[in-house]
């Protein structure tokens, strides 16, 4: 197969959110849209994502199971001071290698509280796997680490945010997936089902999805279609257009706003 009639490299990642309070409902968790979209970004296509509790076997047991099927892994939560905040340690274990401080953390702690000697529990945040390397946080507070093909990130979302920007440069990412959006209103889903269906099984390398809206303007659905080779879904795009009015739907309009 020559260069140009190669598929897009597909690069894949997971993301891991840890904490219980996520579980409980107490707490509502933003990261994962902010990493999807930034992965995204940057040729990633966001393949799995799990929410953990604070629990080492559970943490260990899902970590382990995600680096080895995606090419990154992604984490957010437990690398706080408090007893619960166990992911570094979990992280290590995981990669079979032990703990230690990080000078540099110390050193960042240590001026931030001008010089008053650090306590054991602000001591726990400078821990790392050995072999990690630190992810930059531009907020507050002292940094993450990258080890292998894992990301360790704070769970507070400025926080995380802030560090995932040093995390795109460390990304081999893959071709970017563009989208192409086809609106249609006043036909619901089960007049539109059969003509998408038919256009998706015509094309199984693509993505398309049916996302439709209610409201005072009316009702419909806007019908995505994913992929990474813009004359193919240019392509798509005529064909389900064709598929849609053949099933008798008539307010069509390609490449709408409000795409989902």
């Not at 439709?212 to 813009?230: Q, T, W």
Request: hydrophobic share 45%; net charge negative; glycine share 12%.
């Amino acid at each position: 197969m020559s260069a140009a009639a190669a598929a897009p490299t597909r690069v894949t990642a997971a993301v891991m959110i840890i904490g219980d309070e996520i579980l409980s409902g107490r707490t509502q968790d933003t990261n994962l849209n902010a990493i999807a979209k930034y992965l995204g970004v940057h040729g990633v296509d966001l393949a799995e994502a799990r929410v953990v509790p604070d629990d080492k076997d559970e943490i260990i047991t899902a970590l382990n199971h995600l680096r080895a099927k995606y090419d990154y892994v992604l984490t957010t939560g437990g690398i706080g001071p408090t007893h619960d905040d166990i992911t570094a340690d979990c992280v290590a274990e995981a990669f079979g290698v032990a703990l230690y401080e990080h000078p540099e953390i110390i050193a960042m702690m240590t001026a931030r509280w001008n010089g008053v000697e650090l306590n054991a529990a602000r001591r726990r945040m400078a821990r790392v796997p050995e072999g990690g390397a630190l992810i930059r946080n531009p907020i507050s507070g002292p940094p993450g680490f990258c080890i292998g093909n894992v990301f360790v990130m704070a769970g507070v979302p400025q926080v995380m945010r802030g560090m995932l920007e040093d995390v795109g440069w460390r990304l081999n990412g893959g071709a970017v997936v563009i989208s192409r959006n086809v609106r249609v209103e006043g036909s619901g889903e089960g007049v539109i089902a059969e003509p998408l269906e038919r256009v998706a099984k015509a094309h199984p390398d693509l993505s398309l999805g049916s996302y439709p809206f209610f409201g005072p303007e009316g009702y419909g659905s806007n019908l995505v279609i994913r992929g990474r080779d813009a004359g193919e879904l240019a392509a798509v795009v005529d064909e389900l257009v064709a598929a849609l009015r053949g099933a008798g739907i008539e307010k069509i309009m390609p490449d709408a706003a409000a795409a989902n």
